[in-house]
């Protein structure tokens, strides 16, 4: 398969796993697996690629956050949205300083999948037995920043997941409201870390040695396929939970562990 392909091939894998609760990083590390590993900035920008898809379909929410961002209710989104990302920045300094690192193997990976899909099974059945509430408190806002950091750590979490379920558990329990939430925190979230590997990369004279043109495609693809993927799943999450996820994860899960054997 030529380089190009894999490009794309990961383009896409990134673009449709980054918003769906299934983990874009567990997703590309068990591609890179068999296509060949590809820097960390590329792995990174090409969720900045899908990040940017959002933007996009949340233009107008954002616009108007910013436009009359002095008014008690906007103003209080934007503040619950800077705390899970410095809550996030934080603790994801603290771990690159600690030296954590992406696992090699895939086992790791397998069992943060079939645990991530168990654990979807126990929120959903702890929401529906709650009411249905869609606004973003405090506690919400720190939780969503907080568990952020579990994707980075765990690769197979999925950071769409651990902020979704996480804001659901805190008592943001309409889906629709969650979702949208975690993916308006992944904005900053995202775009800086590529920033951070940037500029990390461009430290250790390794910037010269990436291949943009690979990296623009990758970019490109993931954000067309990722503003596919995230209108679809923003349709879906109004009538549906989350349970097809939590399978689809389980059954990954297993298979990654029955073929390491």
């Known amino acids: ?65 910013l436009m009359h961002w002095r008014e008690t209710a906007q103003r209080t989104y934007l503040g619950q949205l800077a705390l899970a990302f410095f809550v996030t920045m934080v603790g994801g300094l603290i771990v690159k300083k600690l030296g954590a690192s992406l696992p090699e193997t895939l086992a790791p990976i397998a069992w943060a999948l079939i645990i991530g899909g168990a654990l979807i099974f126990v929120v959903e059945a702890l929401v529906a037995r709650r009411p249905v509430v869609d606004v973003v408190t405090w506690k919400v806002a720190f939780w969503v920043g907080a568990c952020q950091i579990l994707a980075g750590v765990f690769p197979g979490t999925s950071r769409s997941a651990a902020t979704i379920f996480a804001a659901m558990l805190a008592g943001l329990t309409a889906r629709p409201a969650a979702a949208e939430f975690a993916f308006l925190v992944g904005i900053p979230t995202m775009f800086a870390a590529t920033g951070y590997e940037l500029l990390k990369e461009r430290s250790n004279l390794g910037v010269g040695s990436e291949d943009w043109a690979q990296f623009a ?39 990654l562990l029955l073929w390491a054997h």
């Open 1 to 65: 398969m030529s380089e190009t392909l894999q490009t794309i091939v990961l383009g896409v894998i990134e673009g449709l796993t980054e918003f769906l609760p299934i983990s874009s990083t567990g997703h590309l590390l068990i591609a890179e697996h068999w296509l060949g590993a590809r820097s960390e900035l590329f792995n990174v920008g090409i969720q900045a690629g899908a990040i940017l898809a959002v933007v996009l379909i949340f233009w107008q929410r954002l616009v108007d956050l």
């Open 217 to 255: 495609l990758g970019f490109v693809v993931s954000g067309i396929v990722a503003f596919i993927a995230v209108k679809w799943l923003l349709r879906y999450v109004q009538t549906h939970r989350f349970t097809i996820f939590a399978w689809y994860r389980m059954a990954l899960g297993v298979a």
